[in-house]
């Protein structure tokens, strides 16, 4: 009776053990690894921080201010702002700001990607030319050291960086509050944690910086939901991954609504499988041709909501197994019972250690209570994704947190010990 079902399930079965395994193991590299250490590097590259806003004119200006103040040399860097379709004060706010301003009307190619392309086409074409590009959202805030570490990077030999992304309103509401939690956990136990032992992370949508001879050699060309995740992995094709910089911090609005976080995720969840039918493929046959396990890796990437849709499928066919056994169990003939209980606790101790690790408010280990919530919240997000994987309409998140920098940073006689307590000097 079992037979036909376990041509099904036992492959399923191994493909949960193996991505389990695999993420357990990758996330102890950034809890408990020992951070990668960057040399120090005199103040040498040039930079455009580039900004691309749609009806942002609430938060535009102290972003803008916030980038006059790095600590870093004033003739090495530029901002501009693409205000992109705006039919609010967004241009004139930006301006009054001190940024290099430029208004993109388009009926076609509408969202960030697009944006971002037709701005990168201006910029070659500037007199002035700069080592490299550093990407911002407008809600953003920046630390004042980004571009000293990028420059680090940079001077290094990386070509495509991704810094710390932080939040700026992490006690906001209890969905800022979990969305928050979310990106400290990816910052530590995937980005750091794959940077300590050599794999490529993936770029952000923001807070990233990009070598401008490799945007030159091979174009943007990115123009889908999630156009960070697309060049990534275009980048890495061409045997170029994403670093990371984990001092080089930026704090990102998060979501004030479960609507708008819905949203927001719906749509990258959309673009990720987008991005996974055009690169999967391909990825596989580089990676196993070439025996490349960075590109292998980054396949792995692509196939996580494929598997967090075969692992609730398991999850029901267990119920079912309960009841009537349909199929044959060998998940604890692969690995003892032992190693599965280590692994079941660890995925509830990684939240908490990163937590610990950071310092984070008692209002952030309050929200940790429901942050359960929010992952199994992905679920039916990522179905959704999948059913409209083929659409391509971008949904703005409205942005409304105008706060300043001094606003989210902890006093300057805390202790470094993370990204949430570097001090913050001014120039």
Known sequence: MH?????????????????????????????????????QFPEKSTFALIVCAHNEQQVIAKLVENLKQLNYSDKLY????????????????????????????????????????WMFHRLFGLERQYDAVCVFDADNL????????????????????????????????????????????VNHIWHLAKYNIGLS?????????????LLKQYGWGATCLTEDMEFTMKALMENIPTTWAHDAVIYDEKPLTFKAAWNQRKR??????????????????????????????????????????????????????????????VLYEVLPIQVWQIIGVGQYIFPVAVLWKIRASFKSWLYLLVYPIF????????????????????????HTRSIGFDDVIIPEDVVNVGPKQVAFRKK
Not at 27 to 36: A, Q, T, V, Y
Not at 82 to 93: G, H, L, S
Not at 278 to 294: A, D, F
């Open 3 to 39: 037979f036909n079902y376990d041509v099904v399930m036992i492959p399923l079965q191994l493909i949960i053990v193996f991505f389990t395994i695999y993420y357990f193991v990758v996330s102890w590299f950034g809890l408990f690894g020992k951070m990668r250490e960057t040399k």
């Open 375 to 398: 992952i199994y919240s992905w679920i039916p997000i990522v179905m959704l994704g999948f059913l409209h994987r083929n659409e391509h309409e971008w949904c703005h998140t409205l």
């Open 78 to 117: 530029d901002i501009f702002v693409v205000a992109d379709n705006c039919v609010d004060k967004t241009a004139e706010a930006a301006r009054n700001a001190g940024a290099i301003v430029y208004e993109r009307f388009s009926e076609t190619g509408k969202g960030k990607g697009f944006a971002m392309e």
């Open 268 to 329: 990258w969840a959309q673009g990720h499988f987008d991005v996974a039918n055009r690169y999967i493929p391909k990825m596989l046959w580089k990676g196993i041709t070439e025996h490349n396990i960075v590109v292998l890796d980054g396949m792995i990437n692509l196939v996580q909501p494929y598997f967090l849709l075969l692992s609730t499928f398991f999850v029901f066919c267990t119920y079912i197994y309960n009841l009537v056994p349909f199929y044959t169990n």
């Open 142 to 185: 920046v630390h004042p050291d980004f571009l000293k570490i990028m420059n680090n990077h940079l001077c290094s030999g990386e070509r495509l960086i991704q810094g710390y992304m932080d939040s700026k309103n992490p006690e906001d509401t209890w969905v800022s509050g979990m969305f928050s939690i979310s990106f400290w956990i």
């Open 201 to 213: 992370c993936v770029l952000g949508g923001t807070g990233m910086c990009i070598d401008t001879k």
